[in-house]
């Protein structure tokens, strides 16, 4: 594969903008760990090598282990995640795949777990990955 267009040189706006998405999501009171869970799990979804290779290398340095990291894709199986990483990971696979979007269920234990503006942020934080994935496997961005 070759990469394609660069969106910061051909579009500087755009990528400004979603810059700007980026800096609203640093300056949240998200946890850093439930921040690359949600990066990692959509970009696993959505196929992105670029952006698992960039959020599995974060997460090791916000501390998160190994073992968590490997067996992100069937977290379902595993009681190795909390009930708010478990609730924000089916948050992630809901709004990432948006056939049916996010379910009454899973949105309502949310709410249970975190306030409105916690959860808020995860949504946008899912909403942000899925566009940076797009980006990045509609321009073929490498893994370096």
Not at 2 to 9: C, D, F, G, P, Q
């Amino acid at each position: 594969m070759n990469t394609r267009v660069n969106i910061l040189e051909t579009e500087p706006e755009a990528y400004k903008a979603m810059m700007g998405l980026e800096k609203y999501i640093a300056a949240t009171s998200l946890d850093p760990i439930h921040k690359e869970l949600i990066k990692i799990r959509a970009s696993q979804i959505n196929g992105c090598a670029y952006c698992i290779d960039l959020h599995t290398k974060d997460a090791r340095k916000f501390g998160m282990t190994e073992q968590k990291i490997y067996l992100l894709n069937a977290w379902k199986e595993t009681k190795l995640y909390t009930e708010e990483e478990r609730t924000i990971l089916a948050m992630t696979e809901e709004i990432t795949l948006i056939q049916k979007g996010l379910s009454d269920a899973t949105y309502n234990k949310a709410i249970e777990l975190f306030d409105k503006s916690y959860v808020a942020m995860i949504i946008m934080m899912i909403t942000t990955i899925n566009a940076w994935n797009r980006i990045a496997i509609a321009t073929e961005l490498q893994v370096v």
